[in-house]
């Protein structure tokens, strides 16, 4: 398995800026998938973005304001998030794919509000 932490969460105005970190550690070599969840309150969760070594995927809601991105190593993924609006209001998952399955981070909580 592969255990995963967030960081860089908090609370940002509307039209603000956030960077979110989630580092890996474990089975790293077996991950062939990363991204992040998010889940706002009594909503489902939703996937945000992906990141494979084909390239990235972004949901409707998301594109052309947040960016994934890996770090020089592999065991280091962000989210870069720009242009935030009161919607994107959410706790923020990390996750990461293997062929053994899927891990989860704990969370990172997310407050777009003036």
């Known amino acids: 398995q592969v255990q995963l932490v967030e960081s860089g969460g908090g609370l940002v105005q509307p039209g603000g800026s956030l960077t979110l970190s989630c580092a890996a550690s474990?089975?790293?070599?077996?991950?062939?998938?990363t991204g992040w969840y998010r889940q706002a309150p009594g909503k489902q969760r939703e996937l945000v973005a992906t990141?494979?070594?084909?390239?990235?995927n972004y949901a409707d809601s998301v594109k052309g304001r947040f960016t994934i991105s890996r770090g020089n190593t592999k065991n280091m993924v962000y989210l870069h998030m720009n242009s935030l609006k009161p919607e994107d209001t959410a706790v923020y998952y990390c996750?990461?794919?293997?062929?053994?399955?899927?891990?989860w981070g704990q969370g990172t909580q997310v407050t777009v509000s003036s």
């Open positions: 996750y990461a794919q293997g062929g053994y399955g899927r891990d």
């Open positions: 990141i494979t070594s084909g390239g990235t």
């Open positions: 474990g089975r790293i070599s077996s991950i062939y998938a």
